[in-house]
C-alpha cells in the first residue's frame, strides 16, 4: 500500500493544503486575521473562569492526573496537551462570546486555536508554524461546515438535523492544526481526519430546553483533534474517503446531502478565516442586532420611562432562539437566558452597559430579574420580518420599531452584524474587548505583554512564554452562573 493519500479524495486535497500551507505559510490578512482570534480566544478562557462550569471541568481534568505537556488558561499546574485542549475549548465557548462564521453559523476558533495552542506548546512548535497551523483550521472547519449549508433551504443541514456543527467541524479542524504542529505529512494529516470523523460529534438540544452540555462541545472537540493527530503518529489509520464515503463524515452527519465544492473550490486561494466574525457582545449572535438597535435608541435620547411598546422584526428562523416562547424571553431567570433573549437584548442596549456598548457585566442574574428590565422586557415583541428573511443567515438583521408614551414611532433598521467584514471591529475595539475580558484577574501590565506576544506570534520560538503569562490570577472576582435551563 502507498504512503501517499488518494489524490482525489476530499480528505487527500485538506492534507495536501494543510501541508503545502504549513511550508510555505498564509497571506497577511490571513495571519493577521489568526492572531486577533487567538487574542480573543485568549482573553475569553480568562473571562470564563467565572462560570461554575469552569470550575467543574478543571476539576475533573486535574483530578486525572498526567505529564505536564501543556497549559490551562488560568491554572499553575500543566496537563496533558489533550487535556489542555479540552479545558480551554471549554472556556473559550462558555460565555457564548466566541466567533462566528456566516452563513454556516459555525464558532471555529472556540475549538481550533485551543488545540493548535495545546499541541504547540506539547511540541515545541514556534510561533509561525503555530499561526499556520491555526489559519489552516480554521478554514478546514469553515469549508466542512460551508458543505453542510443549504443554499435553497437557507440553513445548515446539520442544524436541521440537530447537530452542532461548531463542534462536529471544529474537531476535524482541530485534527489537521494538531497534526500540522506535530508534523505530520498529507497521509498523516488525513489518517487524523478520518480518526477524528468517529470522535466528532454535538447535539443542540440544550439550546431549545436547557443544559450546560453545550459548553463542552468545542472542548470535547479540541481534545478530539489532539488527540486524533497523537494516534495517527502512532500508526493509526482512517479511510482515505473519510469524507465522501458511502458510510463517511457526509453520509453520516448529513444524510449524503452536502456540497464538495464548498469544501474545494479556490481551496489555498481564497480564505473564509479574515470573514469569520467577530462578536462585540457576549450573547447568542442573533440577538446582536437588537442590541445595537437599542444602543442607537439610547443614543437618539430615549429613556426607559419614554417606552410605550418596542417590536423587534427578526428573520424567521431566529425566533425560536431569542422570541419563544415569548414569555419565558421576556422574563429570563438567568444571566444565561439573558444571553438568548431578544426583548433583553434590545433592552441591555437601550439601557447602555459596558464592553463595546453591552459587555460581561450585562449578563448577571441579577439583572436578568431587576424590575425596571422585566418591565421593559413585559412591552418587546419579537416577529418575523420579511427584509430581514431575504438576509438571513448571510447576516442576522433586526427591525426594531419603538412607539413612546407620547405617541412617536421610531425604528432602528439593522441589516449587518457589528464585527463582520462590512463592519469590522477595529484593531482597538478587539483590544478593548480583551481588556474587558480580563480585566481582575491579570494586570493591565501583563494584559499589554500578552496583547504584544499574540500579535508578534509570528516571530516567536515557542508558545509557551505566551501561556506561562496566563497561568496565575491577581484575583478570582466571584460572578457565579447558574444551571442553565430554558
Wanted: with cysteine.
Amino acid at each position: 500500500m502507498s504512503d501517499a493519500p488518494a489524490p482525489d479524495t476530499l480528505g487527500a486535497q485538506l492534507a495536501r493544503f494543510a501541508v503545502d500551507v504549513a511550508r510555505d505559510g498564509v497571506p497577511d490578512d490571513v495571519a493577521a486575521s489568526t492572531r486577533q482570534r487567538v487574542l480573543d480566544v485568549l482573553g475569553l478562557c480568562v473571562a470564563s473562569h467565572r462560570l461554575e462550569t469552569s470550575a467543574a471541568i478543571i476539576d475533573h481534568v486535574l483530578d486525572q492526573g498526567g505529564h505536564e505537556q501543556a497549559t490551562i488558561v488560568g491554572v499553575p499546574q500543566r496537563v496533558t496537551a489533550a487535556q489542555a485542549a479540552l479545558v480551554n475549548g471549554v472556556l473559550a465557548h462558555s460565555l457564548d462570546y466566541d466567533d462566528t462564521h456566516l452563513p454556516s453559523v459555525l464558532h471555529p476558533s472556540a475549538s481550533v486555536v485551543p488545540a493548535a495552542l495545546a499541541a504547540a506548546e506539547h511540541a515545541g512548535a514556534d510561533g509561525a508554524l503555530t499561526v499556520r497551523a491555526i489559519a489552516v483550521g480554521l478554514e478546514v472547519a469553515v469549508r466542512l461546515g460551508m458543505a453542510g449549508y443549504d443554499q435553497e433551504l437557507g440553513n445548515s443541514v446539520f442544524f436541521e438535523h440537530g447537530q452542532h456543527a461548531t463542534s462536529i467541524t471544529g474537531a476535524m479542524g482541530s485534527a489537521v492544526a494538531a497534526s500540522i504542529i506535530y508534523g505530520a505529512d498529507e497521509k498523516g494529516v488525513l489518517d487524523a481526519l478520518g480518526l477524528t470523523a468517529s470522535m466528532a460529534s454535538g447535539i443542540i438540544e440544550a439550546n431549545r430546553t436547557g443544559g450546560t452540555v453545550k459548553r463542552l462541545h468545542c472542548g470535547l472537540a479540541a481534545q478530539a483533534g489532539v488527540t486524533a493527530a497523537q494516534l495517527a503518529r502512532r500508526g493509526f489509520t482512517g479511510p482515505p474517503t473519510v469524507l465522501e464515503g458511502r458510510f463517511g463524515f457526509f453520509e453520516a452527519w448529513l444524510h449524503g446531502r452536502f456540497f464538495p465544492e464548498a469544501v474545494t473550490d479556490g481551496l489555498g486561494k481564497e480564505w473564509a478565516v479574515p470573514g469569520i466574525f467577530f462578536k462585540p457582545y457576549p450573547a447568542n449572535h442573533f440577538t446582536h442586532t437588537s442590541i445595537d438597535a437599542g444602543l442607537a435608541l439610547r443614543a437618539r435620547g430615549i429613556r426607559a420611562e419614554d417606552v410605550a411598546s418596542i417590536t423587534i422584526g427578526a428573520p424567521t428562523a431566529v425566533i425560536r432562539t431569542i422570541g419563544a416562547p415569548l414569555e419565558t424571553k421576556r422574563a429570563p431567570q438567568t444571566g444565561y437566558q439573558a444571553q438568548f433573549s431578544g426583548p433583553y437584548a434590545v433592552v441591555a442596549g437601550l439601557l447602555g452597559g459596558g464592553g463595546l456598548g453591552v459587555g460581561l457585566d450585562d449578563f448577571t442574574d441579577e439583572l436578568a430579574q431587576e424590575p425596571r428590565r422585566r418591565a421593559l422586557m413585559a412591552i418587546v415583541d419579537v416577529v418575523p420580518d420579511e427584509r430581514c428573511d431575504a438576509i438571513y443567515p448571510h447576516q442576522f438583521p433586526a427591525v426594531v420599531t419603538l412607539t413612546t408614551t407620547s405617541g412617536d414611532v421610531l425604528v432602528e433598521e439593522v441589516f449587518t452584524n457589528r464585527g463582520g467584514p462590512q463592519r469590522p471591529l477595529s484593531d482597538e475595539e478587539l483590544a478593548c474587548k480583551f481588556r474587558d475580558n480580563v480585566a481582575g484577574r491579570i494586570s493591565p501590565d501583563v494584559a499589554d505583554s500578552v496583547r504584544r506576544d499574540v500579535l508578534g506570534l509570528d516571530g516567536a520560538t515557542d508558545v509557551a512564554t505566551l501561556m506561562a503569562r496566563l497561568t496565575h490570577f491577581q484575583s478570582t472576582p466571584a460572578t457565579p452562573t447558574e444551571e442553565e435551563s430554558a
